[in-house]
T-cell receptor, first 117, second 115 residues
Framework: EAGVVQSPRYKIIEKKQPVAFWCNPI?????LYWYLQNLGQGPELLIR????????DSQLPKDRFSAERLKGVDSTLKIQPAELGDSAVYLC???????????????FGEGSRLTVL | AQTVTQSQPEMSVQEAETVTLSCTYD???????LFWYKQPPSRQMILVIR????KQQNATENRFSVNFQKAAKSFSLKISDSQLGDTAMYFC????????????WGAGTKLIIKP
């Protein structure tokens, strides 16, 4: 079974440019997370979806970040315009929650490393 | 609010040795999950081991085991017979059970296994 797939793996852009990251979760997983991870630190939640509904976006900087999960499957995270401080790894994770196999485990993609020059 | 503390930023041991990574947390909850995740240099985070707070028995997964001390709010990870492939960042994480599934993460411990 395929894991969580993210693209692109690496992205280098000039500041003020837009950037988008894509995530395809594990089939059947109803919950999807976007995390930001700075070098040497733990992940920080940006947004969590249950199916197509964003149930926790309190940490998403809404002036420049946006996300969508159309049809409750794939998701896109966008930054416009990017700033120097946005350089980080953007992790996507998925889980199967509130079901008989609910273990609380998250399954992560390999991440998208963003460098803003 | 819950917090998770990993007091060891970096550790290194020789291959085949046993190493213990520490994690403490702060919560007023009685039911919760605790996790150790591993993030190798390739960056994909994977679950190493999980513990449900209502279970007194410490979780084990092959060479990985935990020492869960609920009263002390301590959740250490022991890696026995360490291997080169164990080199990674290790993150301790806390989740309130049957809640909003929000994970509270520690800052991580960089573990280096030397040949």
């Amino acid at each position: 079974e395929a894991g969580v797939v993210q693209s692109p793996r690496y992205k280098i852009i000039e500041k003020k440019q837009p950037v988008a990251f894509w995530c395809n979760p594990i089939s059947g997983h109803n919950t999807l997370y976007w995390y930001l991870q700075n070098l040497g630190q733990g992940p920080e939640l940006l947004i969590r979806y249950e199916n197509e509904e964003a149930v926790d976006d309190s940490q998403l900087p809404k002036d420049r970040f946006s996300a969508e999960r159309l049809k409750g499957v794939d998701s896109t995270l966008k930054i416009q315009p990017a700033e120097l401080g946005d350089s980080a790894v953007y992790l996507c994770a998925s889980s199967l929650e509130k079901g008989p196999t609910d273990t609380g485990e998250l399954f992560f993609g390999e991440g998208s490393r963003l460098t803003v020059l | 609010a819950q917090t998770v503390t990993q007091s060891q930023p970096e550790m290194s041991v020789q291959e085949a040795e046993t190493v213990t990574l520490s994690c403490t947390y702060d919560t007023s909850e009685n039911n919760y999950y605790l996790f150790w995740y591993k993030q190798p240099p390739s960056r994909q985070m994977i679950l190493v081991i999980r513990q449900e707070a209502y279970k007194q028995q410490n979780a084990t997964e092959n060479r990985f085991s935990v020492n869960f001390q609920k009263a002390a709010k301590s959740f250490s990870l022991k890696i026995s017979d360490s291997q080169l492939g164990d080199t990674a960042m290790y993150f301790c994480a806390f989740m309130k059970q049957r809640s909003n599934y929000q994970l509270i993460w520690g800052a991580g411990t960089k573990l280096i296994i030397k040949p």
